[in-house]
């Protein structure tokens, strides 16, 4: 499966913005799909999961801030982001982790996301 994200800009603190990952074929049963995120000198770390099932799955520092969102239909993963502050500054990568006998994840190009203070 190949992922595009988009949506990232620049956007200053206490503003929104909205990714998108489109995928290539249906996430139906893609068992999870997500958000990581890559801030300068950092390890890439998890933003959000929500699972084919419908749970969801936030890093405490983005709790209540942000909104992960799957339209089956649209083959579309989004992420609404709110209050953004300059620690939520970095490249954001669209994750589909299929589990058949083995698991094996996916990554879109990543969309990089500034806030100005």
């Known amino acids: 499966v190949q992922l595009q994200a988009s949506g990232g800009g620049l956007v200053q603190t206490g503003g929104s913005l909205r990714l998108s990952c489109a995928a290539s074929?249906?996430?139906?049963?893609?068992?999870?799909m997500g958000w990581y995120r890559q801030a300068p000198g950092k390890q890439r770390e998890l933003v959000a999961t929500?699972?084919?099932?419908?749970?969801?799955n936030y890093a405490d520092s983005v709790r209540g801030r942000f909104t992960i969102s799957r339209v089956n239909a649209k083959n579309t993963v989004y992420l609404q982001m709110n209050s953004l502050t300059p620690e939520d500054t970095a490249v954001y990568y669209c994750?589909?982790?299929?589990?058949?006998?083995?698991?094996?994840?996916?990554w879109g190009q990543g969309t990089l996301v500034t806030v100005s203070s």
């Open positions: 994750n589909a982790r299929i589990t058949v006998v083995n698991t094996k994840d996916y």
């Open positions: 074929r249906s996430i139906f049963n893609i068992n999870d």
């Open positions: 929500q699972t084919s099932g419908g749970s969801s």
